[in-house]
């Protein structure tokens, strides 16, 4: 597939902030934002989002020829060269991802395929999905809101189907439980209830889901202290009240539970086959700093954002890192996102065991109905 019509443009995400766009062949794709922003992910851009743009809709594309997942390398190769470049992801990782993505979409689209075909057309495990139920932390615009960023809600039904109904329920009644008026950026409830009360609630109530949370640690890890807003803990004793409240609540998900370079610190996290200990800012979606996660021992399980890194060939090989030494993946949107629902496709493609992909607003269900229709598709051929 040559790539005759390649072209950038911005558009508004989900918090009507300014991202990227870009069309190959008239198939289209679309970069998210995060506001909660790990030090070590790949900068976004390579100099600006404006600049980006306009550095895609001067340049010539049409040598260019994309017949499988593996020529992306062609895509990495010609910009590094264009550009002088030590590695492709210095173009910016929200640009090189939706180039990247708009081009497989084009690819399948050519190919009469579906986007996971072109990745993986051996994929068969459905994603498991992680919606953030209550929300906190950067997220949250409420004044009093804890300091922990999402508490999150796991379903333990066989299909995606199930699994969808009962994210939607368990939210709908949470609503009615903490009286909320208002929701977060990424749909959750706001409250100014404490941790352990929205934990409790979660805990007692429903029966046909596993708990989590997304502690975001490092966003309110202040001079070598863990600085909550009714208690400040050392690095010792935030181990130990994180290791409480996962034995407390037999907590499945606990993620970046400490600041974003305390590897060792992650490696004290209690975890087991049913405990998982996750990555996010610690790990970035980089290879290097997943390397060092595995050789400390400080994860069982991984975030992965393709906008935190940008080659979808480097997300491939994270996925096979993980795999190799029994990490458990989890694919996951941003905070600002948009309707592009790639996904469920990338999550299905790539197999991995989660998806972290909201519960509410548009932008979220989007990403499982998309799943639902792949859950169906694969129906008919079974049949």
């Not at 300014?18 to 934002?33: D, F, G, H, L, M």
């Not at 999905?129 to 615009?141: E, F, K, L, Q, R």
């Not at 009962?166 to 909320?180: Q, Y």
């Not at 966003?219 to 803990?233: H, T």
């Amino acid at each position: 597939m040559i790539l005759k019509r390649v072209r950038a443009k911005k558009i508004k995400d989900s918090r009507g902030e300014p991202t990227i766009e870009v069309s190959v062949n008239w198939r289209k794709s679309s970069a998210p934002a995060g506001k909660s922003k790990g030090a070590y992910e790949t900068s976004p851009y390579m100099n600006s989002l404006d600049w980006n743009i306009k550095s895609i809709n001067t340049t010539d594309f049409s040598e260019l020829d994309v017949n499988s997942f593996d020529d992306l390398k062609l895509i990495e190769n010609f910009i590094k060269n264009k550009l002088n470049l030590k590695d492709a992801k210095q173009f910016g990782a929200n640009s090189l991802f939706a180039l990247e993505c708009a081009t497989l979409k084009a690819l399948a689209y050519e190919s009469k395929k579906q986007l996971w075909e072109i990745i993986n057309p051996k994929a068969k495990n459905l994603p498991v999905p992680v919606g953030n139920a209550v929300g906190g932390g950067v997220h949250s615009n409420n004044e009093s809101r804890p300091t922990i960023q999402e508490f999150l809600i796991i379903p333990q039904k066989e299909t995606i189907k199930e699994n969808y109904k009962i994210m939607r329920d368990t939210h709908k009644e949470i609503k009615k439980i903490l009286n909320a008026k208002s929701q977060n950026d990424e749909g959750a409830w706001e409250t100014s209830r404490e941790a352990e009360e929205i934990l409790e609630i979660l805990d007692d109530k429903f029966s046909d889901i596993k708990i989590g949370m997304d502690v975001a640690a490092s966003s309110f890890y202040k001079e070598r202290k863990y600085c909550y807003k009714n208690q400040i803990l050392t690095e010792k004793f935030q181990i130990i009240y994180i290791n409480s409240l996962i034995k407390r609540f037999d907590l499945f998900y606990v993620e970046d539970p400490l600041e974003e370079k305390d590897f060792e610190g992650f490696s004290n996290i209690y975890r087991s086959p049913n405990h998982l200990v996750v990555g996010d800012d610690l790990t970035a979606t980089q290879i290097d700093r997943l390397k060092k996660a595995i050789s400390k021992k400080s994860i069982n399980a991984m975030i992965i954002k393709p906008n935190q890194n940008g080659s979808l060939l480097e997300l491939k090989e994270i996925f096979e890192i993980c795999r190799r030494n029994n990490i458990k993946t989890i694919l996951s949107h941003r905070s600002g996102e948009t309707l592009d629902s790639a996904l469920a496709d990338l999550a299905f493609g790539f197999q991995a065991d989660f998806i972290k992909c909201g519960i509410a607003t548009k932008w979220r269900e989007v990403k499982l109905k998309r799943l639902c229709e792949i859950e169906r598709s694969l129906k008919k051929r079974r049949a």
